[in-house]
């Protein structure tokens, strides 16, 4: 028998590691980007501007680099630094702090003796949110609470007599003094077993038992109605988060804890701008007279992302120590140690350093000029006006699903997440982006290009629809045409038109384009119109937009063909 030889390409085999080791380390956290600045409690319209923000950072950075790259020939050193950055400014999100908040709510003693957590009247309390207090509304457990309460003389006075406190009286108890603006020397605890929504704009629980200066009250009342405002620390985080309100007054940008989450999230985005905007002419460099291939190097990154978002979800719901507060720690450490071992393997790559053009201004002007180039950068904008609404929005509107609809899968709402990460990447981009040199070939760029705003339109459409989080999972096989298809026309496209000598130039234009325009614009709307009109109307409203873009490009392709 002959001997089998098999021949390994190690250049193209280091680059296929590359793709699978940084994607996934980036999926690891990156996917959850949007959810963990929720949950370090910024608003929507917060997480749009911070996004919107960051896409503008790539924007400017990308075309930066390529002119750089292209003039100095720093290719490989640029590559491996900021693969380095990126693992490590994801790790450092770990020790990002909340920004300022406390858990408040008024307890009222009357014929009954009531906490009230939220109000949409009061706006001393949260706003009360009925997805939040369905978690609670059933439970069997007793929920326990502590309460250090404001200054108010008629109310201590008047729970002091009602409750029987005699032996603690301010009048008979020189010890216990009070100032304004200072809480009162009292440790409550409260036991609840059941709850009520008391009124119809306020959400309270009844507090079956009250043990104060050890004085143990059951069902307690009060002779006159009195009232006062506490802060509260309860064994249930879903009571707590439903009576969290902002600690400061004004703006976030007047706090330190954002400073230093978006600078760190700055570094980040940059990291990965950089390496985004190299890695891929890098590919291009080792396939030569291949360029065809492109995807099925880049299929890879889309193995990874779908494997280490769904490992990463799956970890998050594991450590987590409640349903509702997620514990992320795990995947920041697994991001640093998948991007080490890339690093190590990205040193060995071989970087073709190209000669820059000197005249790479003049070139790429003249390239815009040209209509069907112009056409092009109008459709790299809108679908990343369209790319930021999943990014962004898509693990939001799941978590609002479940609550909404489905509180009680409240638990393992990560793993769902990752596994819809994990069918847009397996699923729908992998056998998109490995036929897409053939698929470019057979149908065109162009059209190509309108196929991507109508399989938008269609996914927008049945994001409005659903109203159980798990049926987001088959939608997430269009990412394969809206991504997977549309990436590789970007990028074909863009070493198709550009002059020999400004290739890395074009391509970072292009993804900046993609990027720092389309995502910038697609973070502040959809923030907005999220925050405004809620997820369902706003999907539905991008459906329309996809669909009305789609139908523009195919009457270019009819008239200028």
């Given at each position: 028998m002959?001997?089998?030889?098999?021949?390994?390409?190690?250049?193209t085999l280091r680059m296929k590691l590359h793709y699978f080791l940084y994607m996934g380390g980036v999926a690891s956290v990156q996917g959850f980007a949007p959810t963990i600045a929720k949950q370090l409690g910024y608003s929507p319209m917060v997480v749009?501007?911070?996004?919107?923000?960051?896409?503008?950072?790539?924007?400017?950075?990308?075309?930066?680099?390529?002119?750089?790259?292209?003039?100095?020939?720093?290719?490989?050193?640029?590559?491996?630094?900021?693969?380095?950055?990126c693992g490590l400014t994801a790790f450092s999100i770990k020790f990002v702090p909340k920004i300022p908040t406390e858990a408040v709510a008024n307890l009222s003693c009357g014929a009954t003796t009531v906490m009230n957590v939220c109000s949409n009247d009061d706006d001393r309390l949260s706003q009360c949110d009925d997805s939040l207090f369905k978690l609670v509304k059933y439970s069997a457990e007793p929920i326990e609470c502590q309460l250090r309460c404001e200054q108010n003389k008629s109310f201590r006075d008047e729970i002091y007599r009602s409750w029987n406190i005699v032996d603690h009286n301010i009048d008979i108890n020189p010890n216990i003094t009070y100032k304004n603006d200072e809480f009162e020397d009292l440790d409550v605890t409260l036991i609840i077993y059941a709850t009520d929504q008391v009124e119809q704009n306020n959400v309270g629980f009844q507090v079956k038992s009250v043990h104060i200066m050890k004085t143990q009250v059951a069902f307690p009342v009060c002779q006159r109605p009195v009232s006062t405002r506490c802060k509260i620390n309860c064994s249930n985080d879903v009571v707590v988060e439903l009576a969290t309100v902002q600690k400061f007054e004004g703006s976030v940008f007047g706090l330190h804890q954002f400073w230093k989450y978006l600078t760190v999230m700055s570094l980040f985005w940059i990291s990965q701008a950089i390496t985004w905007s190299l890695q891929d002419p890098i590919c291009f460099d080792i396939l030569g007279d291949k360029p065809e291939d492109f995807g099925k190097q880049r299929c890879w990154g889309s193995i990874s992302w779908g494997i280490f978002s769904v490992f990463g979800g799956a970890l998050v719901d594991y450590f987590s120590y409640s349903?509702?507060?997620?514990?992320?720690?795990?995947?920041?450490?697994?991001?640093?140690?998948?991007?080490?071992?890339?690093?190590?393997?990205?040193?060995?790559?071989?970087?073709t350093e190209t000669i820059g053009s000197k005249n790479t201004f003049s070139d790429v002007f003249k390239l815009i000029t040209n209509m069907n180039v112009i056409v092009y950068l109008i459709w790299i904008v809108v679908m990343g006006i369209c790319t930021t609404m999943p990014w962004n929005y898509l693990f939001w509107y799941m978590e609002d699903l479940t609550q909404k609809y489905h509180s009680d899968k409240q638990s393992w709402t990560k793993t769902l997440q990752g596994l819809a990460i994990g069918i847009q990447c397996i699923g729908g981009e992998l056998p998109l982006l490995f036929f897409s040199g053939w698929l470019i070939k057979r149908i065109g760029h162009t059209y190509c290009m309108a196929l991507g705003l109508f399989t938008f339109a269609l996914r927008f459409y049945l994001y409005s629809v659903i109203t159980n989080p798990i049926w987001i999972l088959p939608v997430e096989f269009t990412n394969g045409i809206t991504f997977g298809l549309c990436h590789a026309v970007l990028l074909a496209y863009a070493r198709f038109v550009a002059p020999p000598n400004s290739a890395t130039t074009v391509v970072a234009l292009s993804g900046a384009l993609f990027e720092g325009v389309g995502t910038s614009i697609g973070g502040l709307v959809g923030g907005f119109m999220y925050q405004t009109y809620g997820g369902e109307k706003t999907f539905e409203l991008f459906a329309y937009g996809s669909l009305i873009m789609g139908i523009l490009h195919v009457i270019f392709i009819k008239l200028y063909r």
């Open positions: 002959f001997p089998i030889r098999i021949q390994i390409n190690k250049r749009g501007s911070v996004f919107t923000y960051l896409s503008m950072l790539s924007f400017f950075v990308k075309p930066i680099v390529g002119i750089i790259v292209d003039k100095f020939r720093v290719k490989r050193i640029m590559f491996l630094a900021f693969v380095l950055l349903d509702y507060e997620k514990n992320y720690v795990p995947v920041y450490y697994l991001c640093l140690v998948i991007i080490l071992w890339d690093f190590a393997l990205a040193y060995k790559i071989e970087v």
